[in-house]
Structures are given as structure tokens and as C-alpha cells.
């Protein structure tokens, strides 16, 4: 209940007026039953249900009876009767020579309007906020942006670049000897004190809000295949709104590779069965060291990638955003070849994805006490 001056209520409080919604641009509906009508002549009622296949928002059978008659009248259809019943005639719509080329014209504003929603797209996408990349992943978005990227991954072997596919079976045998025990560096950083006597503070990622997207190129085009869900933590100390590296900030994120998705269920069967995400669900990746890279807190980090039961040193740039002393916002991508951990290209039918892929991980962090 909304209250006056006096604290008294008043009543409701309005609806929010900042509402928006799906729904078809202005005037869609004309070439749209052109369209429909172009596929095969019709009568009005039956093209209630195939407009709604386009999906954009509430079409009622008013409204296309509107447009068939401004069709009609411009000489864009023609119209015939045709017995259904004893006493019940139905009019079918079919296009005029004239209509047919009137659509070929509106399919021009239609391409039109598209390139500049997918300008909106790009530049939303572009803004690299957290709700952007969620967005790429939940809907299973094709990367608008720009793919070109090096070919160069930072895990390659040169050797192994040269190496057949044939004998990836090797690299496999290899990769599932026992992994040699290691110090804990995430722990033992926890423990150490920084020149001006501080001690790293321990950073959880917040897996709702923490993101990889891994962009692939084929020979169909771009593909793209994301998941949320990213976790771990990292160990840094932050001061005024900056990342120190005197002691090199460390960390390990987990990354649950057999919930990598596209939106496609052929792919996202073939990506499973290639990766073997039964055997292998998660990626993770171990920071061990960072120093600064450039201004605007860009960083470049170095550690060690294991996925597919394969591990690699690794190296990279990265963005890390202060926004306080207790949360990081991290941002950077890297490309990489598949090969390079015992994963042979995904091949399916007429569809051949390529080697090298770019690596997007966004990743929100929060402090929290230890």
C-alpha cells in the first residue's frame, strides 16, 4: 500500500510503466502473411497458428483479418472462395506477381532491421558486464563479436603441433599415469605476509555469477559453447582498489566441463563424447604466479591448466577489477589448441570444427573471513 503525506494509505501502488516485451516491429505482420502465404495459400484463421511461430508475442485473428484486408486492397493478394460445407464458403489467400515482388522489397527492411538488432547485441555483449556474459550462456547466444583470434595457444607444443592425430593415443596413455603429488600453493599462500605485513586474502567465486564460454569456429560458423557454475578461490591482497602483486596473488577454479552447452543437442552430445566428460567432468586451473601487464588493472598470470586428464602450463592476460577491498571482478580470454590436451577436432557429417578455440572466463569473487 502506497501512503500520502500524512501516512494514511492510498490505495495499490501503480505497476511499473518500465515494462518490455516480445513483440513483432512495427508493420511485421504484412510481410509476414506474405510470407506464410508465399509457403502456401491460406485462409485467415488457419494463419493465426503459423504466425506465432515466429514467436514474436500475442497475434489474435482481428489483427491478421486487418492486414489481409489491407493486402487485399493494395493488390498484394488475391482472394478465391472455396466450399467447406453445405452453405459455408471460405476465402483463400494466395500472393499477386505484384506481391511477390513487394515481399522481395520488404525482405530488404527485414535483413535491415536484423543488422541493427544484431548491432545491439554486439554492444551489449561488448559492455562485458556479468549479465552479458550470463546472458551468451543461459541463451546458448552464436558470439556476435568479432572472432578472429591467434591461432597460437600458450599450451602448444611444437612437437605436438607436428604430431598426427593418429598418435594421440600416446598423449592419453600418458595423461593417465598417477598425478605426482604437489604442495598446496593456494594453502601455503594463506598462510604468508606481504611486505607491508598483510596477508592474502582468500576470495570465493561466486558460481552463480561466474561464467566460461568457449568459442569455436566451423565449417557451418561459429559456435559457441558456455556454462556457469565456475568455482573456487583465490588469494590476494587488495589495497585501495588494486590487486598488489608483491606477493603474487594464487588461486585454483574448478570449471564443470560436462555442463558445457550451445544449444544445439547434437553438438552438446558430440562435445561430451569428445571431451569424455563422463571420465573427466571438471577443468581446473591453478594460478601461481601474476605481475602487472599494463594499466587499467590488466595482469598477466601464469599456472597450470589440466583438462581432459591432461595438465599444461599455461599463460595469459587478464583484467581484475577492485570494485571494493572485499570482491574482484576477473575478465580475460585465451586461445587455445585442443590438441594440445589429447582432444582430436569434433567432426560430425558435413560439420568439421577446428582446432583452436578462444576461452572466455568473467568470474565474480567475494572476500570471506578464514
Known sequence: ????????????????SANFGLAPPRGFLLPAILLLLTEQPGYGYALVPRLREFRFGH???????????????????????????SGQVRRVYAPTPLGQKVLRSWMSVVREEHAHLGE??????????????LAEVEGGWVPELDLEWSAVSTTSLWRRRLMPLDDLDEARERSD??????????????????????TPARFELDPERSAVIIDARSTVGPISFGTVGVTGALYAVVISGAV??????????????????????????????RIDARRFPTATVELTDCEPSAPCSRYKLSGEITFHGVSRRAEGTVSV?????????????????????????????MLRIFPDVRVRLHAEAKRVDV
Open 1 to 16: 500500500m502506497a501512503m500520502d503525506e500524512r501516512g494514511a494509505a492510498r490505495g495499490p501502488a501503480p505497476q511499473r
Open 59 to 85: 497475434v489474435d485473428r482481428p489483427a491478421v483479418y486487418r492486414a489481409l484486408a489491407v493486402l487485399e486492397h493494395d493488390g498484394l493478394v488475391t482472394v478465391e472462395s472455396e466450399d467447406v460445407r
Open 120 to 133: 545491439v547485441i554486439r554492444r551489449y555483449q561488448a559492455t562485458g558486464t556479468t549479465e552479458a556474459v
Open 177 to 198: 599415469q598417477p598425478e605426482v603429488p604437489r604442495a598446496e600453493a593456494v594453502e601455503s599462500t594463506a598462510d604468508s605476509e606481504s611486505a607491508g605485513g598483510r
Open 244 to 273: 598488489s602483486t608483491e606477493i603474487p596473488p594464487t588461486g585454483r577454479l574448478t570449471i564443470d566441463v560436462s555442463a558445457l552447452h550451445s544449444g544445439n543437442k547434437v553438438y552438446d552430445a558430440e562435445l561430451r563424447r
Open 321 to 349: 577489477e577492485a570494485r571494493s577491498d572485499d570482491q574482484l571482478v576477473i575478465s580475460g580470454e585465451q586461445a587455445f589448441d585442443v590438441r594440445d590436451f589429447a582432444v582430436p577436432s569434433p567432426t560430425m557429417l
